[in-house]
T-cell receptor
Framework: DAGVTQSPTHLIKTRGQHVTLRCSPI?????VSWYQQVLGQGPQFIFQ???????GRGNFPDRFSARQFPNYSSELNVNALLLGDSALYLC?????????????FGEGSRLTVL | AQTVTQSQPEMSVQEAETVTLSCTYD???????LFWYKQPPSRQMILVIR??????QNATENRFSVNFQKAAKSFSLKISDSQLGDTAMYFC?????????????FGTGTRLTIIP
């Protein structure tokens, strides 16, 4: 079975640009979360989505937005990129129902902002 | 708000030895989960072990075990008979146990190197 898949794996943008990152959860998983991992730090929670609704939001500016589609895949959008947005962006999924708290992570999208 | 602290940025140990990674946390919640996640150089984060706060018995998964001290808010990970494949970043993480909540709060991680 396929795990959580993310695309693109690497990308380079310049300041002020916009980026869209994509995530496909494990088949049967209905909840998707996004995390930002700056080099040398632990992941920071950005968003959680379930059934296309936002269920949680971390302490990130409004430049960050996300959505979830009917097939449970998700997009993370970041506008007006800053150098500090350079990070590994991780997507995680869970079945939601009968949740044990375990999240299943993708390999991430490495964003570099120049 | 919850905080998770890992005070050991880096550790190294000889293959086959035992190593313990430390983690402390702060919360006012009574029901929660604690996790250790492993992030190998290939980057994909995987779950090592999970503990539910209401359970007094320490969780074990093969060579991995935890020492959960709820009153002290301490959650250490012991790796026995360490193997080269254990080389990775290890993150301690907290999740409040509440319907619909799946927010993980991570520590800063411990880079573990297993020396052949």
């Amino acid at each position: 079975d396929a795990g959580v898949t993310q695309s693109p794996t690497h990308l380079i943008k310049t300041r002020g640009q916009h980026v869209t990152l994509r995530c496909s959860p494990i088949s049967g998983h209905k909840s998707v979360s996004w995390y930002q991992q700056v080099l040398g730090q632990g992941p920071q929670f950005i968003f959680q989505y379930y059934e296309k609704e936002e269920r949680g939001r971390g302490n990130f500016p409004d430049r960050f937005s996300a959505r979830q589609f009917p097939n449970y895949s998700s997009e993370l959008n970041v506008n007006a990129l800053l150098l500090g947005d350079s990070a590994l962006y991780l997507c995680a999924s869970s079945p939601w129902s009968r949740s044990t708290g375990e999240l299943f992570f993708g390999e991430g999208s490495r964003l570099t902002v120049l | 708000a919850q905080t998770v602290t890992q005070s050991q940025p880096e550790m190294s140990v000889q293959e086959a030895e035992t190593v313990t990674l430390s983690c402390t946390y702060d919360t006012s919640e009574n029901n929660y989960y604690l996790f250790w996640y492993k992030q190998p150089p290939s980057r994909q984060m995987i779950l090592v072990i999970r503990q539910e706060a209401y359970k007094q018995q320490n969780a074990t998964e093969n060579r991995f075990s935890v020492n959960f001290q709820k009153a002290a808010k301490s959650f250490s990970l012991k790796i026995s008979d360490s193997q080269l494949g254990d080389t990775a970043m290890y993150f301690c993480a907290f999740m409040k146990q509440a319907f619909g909540n799946e927010k993980l709060t991570f520590g800063t991680g411990t880079r573990l190197t297993i020396i052949p």
